[in-house]
Nanobody, 121 residues
């Protein structure tokens, strides 16, 4: 059984910053990619930024220069530092990870419960 527990969401004014954290726990053998997705009202869930086990990153163009992802492999934790936030960043942010559990040969996809980020203008 694997859990992803997120924290760090909240209400912030435009131009402000937030740092999201997501910690994975359970019978984890290894973690491949970890990342953050977001889902705004009436829109599809989209990738914000993801980071692989070799620290390669991939992000959506709209957050370029404003968002930084990092991971602490010893803690099975991924962080998302968001600066210069805009009202259009308002969404529920979901943590995602591809995790090999126990003695499994393949990694499965896991999601956190989501954390609300609201940016006021």
């Amino acid at each position: 059984h694997v859990q992803l527990v997120e924290s760090g969401g909240g209400l912030v004014q435009a131009g402000g910053s937030l740092r999201l954290s997501c910690a994975a726990s359970g019978r984890i053998f290894s973690i491949n990619s970890m990342g953050w997705y977001r889902e705004a009202p009436g829109k599809q869930r989209e990738l914000v930024e993801a980071i692989t086990s070799s620290d390669s990153t991939n992000y959506v163009a709209s957050v370029k220069g404003r968002v930084t992802i990092s991971r602490d492999n010893a803690k099975n934790t991924v962080y998302l530092q968001m600066n210069s936030l805009k009202p259009e960043d308002t969404a529920i942010y979901y943590c995602n990870a591809q995790i090999r559990v126990g003695f499994a040969f393949v990694a499965n996809n896991y999601w956190g419960q989501g954390t609300q980020v609201t940016v006021s203008s």
